[in-house]
Nanobody
Framework: QVQLVESGGGLVEPRGSLRLSCAASGSIFSINTMGWYRQAPGKERELVATFTSGGSTNYADSVKGRFTISRDNARDNAKNTVYLQMNSLKPEDTAVYYC?????????????WGQGTQVTVSS
């Protein structure tokens, strides 16, 4: 089992910045990919960015050049943390942002989702 705690959402003006954090605890040895997704009102949940255990990153076209995903695999505190630095925010970035962790155990893939954090971009 993996537990996720998200933080960092809020209200920001256009062209502003926010940093989201997602701390994973529990069976962190099994974690493969960590990432961020978002869901705007009336829309499907969509991928924002992912970071694999091998260090590869992937971004949605709409956020490339503005958002940066990073990952802290410090073992001494028994947590894996993934961050999403969001710069040059636009009103269309307004959504609930969810952290997602993929855990690989005995050849089976498990997905864990955070509780979501609201990001609102408005003047």
């Amino acid at each position: 089992q993996v537990q996720l705690v998200e933080s960092g959402g809020g209200l920001v003006e256009p062209r502003g910045s926010l940093r989201l954090s997602c701390a994973a605890s529990g069976s962190i040895f099994s974690i493969n990919t960590m990432g961020w997704y978002r869901q705007a009102p009336g829309k499907e949940r969509e991928l924002v960015a992912t970071f694999t255990s091998g260090g590869s990153t992937n971004y949605a076209d709409s956020v490339k050049g503005r958002f940066t995903i990073s990952r802290d695999n410090a073992r001494d505190n028994a947590k894996n943390t993934v961050y999403l630095q969001m710069n040059s925010l636009k009103p269309e970035d307004t959504a609930v942002y969810y952290c997602k962790v993929e855990s690989l155990v005995a050849g089976l893939l498990y997905n864990y989702w955070g509780q979501g954090t609201q990001v609102t971009v408005s003047s």
